[in-house]
């Protein structure tokens, strides 16, 4: 067919791009161990931008420890022994540099994107926030309140709302762990963080990761810096292995005029975004709705529909979100869910084709972004084979038919947000 060999002479060249020598960086190891990933990129910008990533996600958390990792990020760029948070800011800003902290379940990352020239200075940044941070109970305060002002604004979010109870659903210990401090959380002072630090902070699971940046160059930079003075001891975090448990959670909200349902369904780590691409639940065609059956469905009922998918080191996550008006909620999941078992499980070869292409394309976008590949640089030092490169998705697009019959019909986690008379049960949608 043209379509089809026009297709693999448009999708084939990706691979050969620049940005496909993220998944082959080479890892280097400081002198304590510190494991070091960069990419060089383009020689002729000027910008780089450099990584401190801890392996001490929320799925590390215990009881007592609840919402630490949430303390820890918004902890970053604070007083240290070495510098004030005061003088952090004005010479990051002296210098155009921008200063981010994220927190995942499995990492916390402080990034610095900057002029080649600032990031010897800012891996000293780095190494203060890992070696020197003071935690200080009167920055404590500060920190509590910005805690709780991200949370109180997660939970305003019906899709952050309803994409953490399908972690606790499908989990529960472990990658189950909120993303968030809620108010019930144990973390009281800037020493109960500190304790979370020092437990997390072993260079086995620390990465410095940079762009813009020759890998063996910044190695010796992660040498001569605070970070060396980290000792080898062994790190005490540990989450139990990844475990789809299944359940339902309903979150009653009787004030939303809006409903959401969210069916989750478990996959391997490197098939998720291919298996969210097939669902094609949204189209990617403006004033189109698509040929997707689940996107001619929403379009045609009037409905929302969602993708998503999340890849961990150790297991996977694929599904939709269905939101709708509270009296349609239950035609609409009990529609989708049929359309999944119907039309997604039992996949055709354009759709499957369809979904491989969508996969490629969102995957290559993101390796083209500076956030992009810090995640995966990321995933390469810290071995956590989330699924990142080219040739994964590849791999799984090989055997995506026969994954997409497996994983759609077993049973899913069901979580909804709204009147629990509204919504159907998830052992009655026929999975």
């Not at 996600?57 to 760029?77: P, Q």
């Not at 979010?157 to 019930?184: C, I, M, P, T």
């Amino acid at each position: 067919m043209f379509y089809a060999k026009s297709l693999g002479k448009l999708v084939a060249p990706l691979s050969t791009r620049a940005y496909a020598s993220v998944a082959s960086a080479p890892v280097v190891s400081a002198a304590n161990g510190i494991k070091v990933a960069a990419v060089s990129g383009a020689a002729d910008s000027p910008l780089a931008s450099v990584s401190l990533v801890i392996n001490a996600g929320s799925r590390y958390e215990t009881g007592d420890f609840a919402g630490a990792a949430h303390y820890l990020k918004a902890f970053g760029f604070r007083n240290t022994q070495t510098r004030t948070s005061f003088r952090t800011i004005r010479e990051a800003e002296l210098n155009g540099a921008t200063l981010t902290a994220e927190a995942t379940r499995e990492n916390i990352t402080y990034t610095v994107q900057c002029f080649k020239e600032a990031v010897p200075y800012f891996v000293e940044v780095l190494g203060d926030i890992a070696a020197a941070t003071k935690f200080t109970e009167h920055e404590f305060k500060d920190v509590a309140r910005l805690v709780a002002f991200e949370s109180l604004s997660a939970r305003s979010d019906a899709s952050a709302r309803v994409l953490d109870g399908v972690h606790q659903a499908a989990f529960r210990g472990g990658l189950g762990n909120s993303l968030y401090a809620l108010e019930s959380s144990p973390i009281s002072s800037g020493d109960a963080v500190r304790r979370y630090a020092e437990a997390a902070l072993a260079p086995g699971r620390l990465a410095i990761v940079a762009t813009g940046v020759d890998a063996q160059e910044l190695a010796n930079l992660v040498s001569s810096s605070r970070l060396a003075s980290l000792t080898s001891s062994a790190s005490t975090l540990s989450s139990p292995a990844a475990s789809f448990t299944g359940g339902v959670q309903q979150i009653y909200e009787s004030a939303a005029p809006i409903s959401h349902y969210a069916l989750a369904f478990a996959s391997e780590s490197a098939s998720a975004k291919p298996l969210a691409a097939l669902l094609g639940a949204q189209s990617r065609v403006k004033w189109s709705a698509g040929v997707a059956p689940l996107a001619k469905l929403a379009a045609t009922e009037g409905f929302g529909v969602s993708p998503f998918s999340f890849s961990y080191s150790d297991a996977g996550l694929v599904g939709v979100v269905v939101s709708a008006p509270r009296a349609q909620i239950k035609s609409a999941v009990e529609q989708v869910a049929g359309s999944i078992q119907r039309d997604v499980a039992s996949a055709g070869a354009e759709a499957v084709q369809r979904a491989a292409a969508a996969a490629r394309v969102d995957l290559a976008e993101s390796l083209a972004t500076q956030q992009g590949q810090i995640r995966a640089l990321t995933s390469v030092a810290l071995g956590q084979k989330t699924g990142v490169t080219l040739e994964s998705i590849d791999d799984a697009a090989a055997k995506l038919s026969n994954d997409a019959s497996k994983v759609f019909k077993s049973k899913p986690v069901a979580v909804s947000i709204g009147l629990s008379q509204d919504t159907p049960y998830v052992d009655t949608l026929g999975f």
